[in-house]
């Protein structure tokens, strides 16, 4: 029991880390971009590219080690809608992140470097919608925690 509240929590504590860090990153982009936001930028991807790591390695611990076992996972379609948009999310974050360690590069040769306005657009556009399936990926867990496998 102790096993599976410490892998709830820090499962728990993860996704308000990657909700924060998208948050924070969304805000970012629609403001004015500086150096100082694209260094800003580049450092909130990379702390929630590991959030969503170590989230992905603590979710798949609570298949094996949780309480309700895999059994309760393999045959639960919350489950699965749950975890498809999780895989969604990140391929869908693949390219603010080439874009921001892109971004960061132009800004080490050229330090008055601004990124285009499309693009800043885009990648607020992207983090939005990424945020959008953080909030599915949260019903999905209401759901699988009281309708199980339907």
Known sequence: M???????????????????????????????????????????????GTSAILLLVVGLSRLKFGVKGLDFYEHNPWFHAKFGAFILIALLSILPTVRFLRWRKALKADPNFLPAAGEVRTLRLLIRFELILVAVILVCAAAMARFGGF
């Open 2 to 48: 102790l096993t599976d509240l410490l892998l709830a929590s820090a499962h728990h504590l993860l996704v308000f880390a990657l909700i924060a860090m998208l948050v924070a990153e969304s805000v970012l982009l629609r403001g004015p971009i500086d150096a100082a936001v694209l260094r800003r930028l580049a450092g909130l991807d990379s702390g929630y």
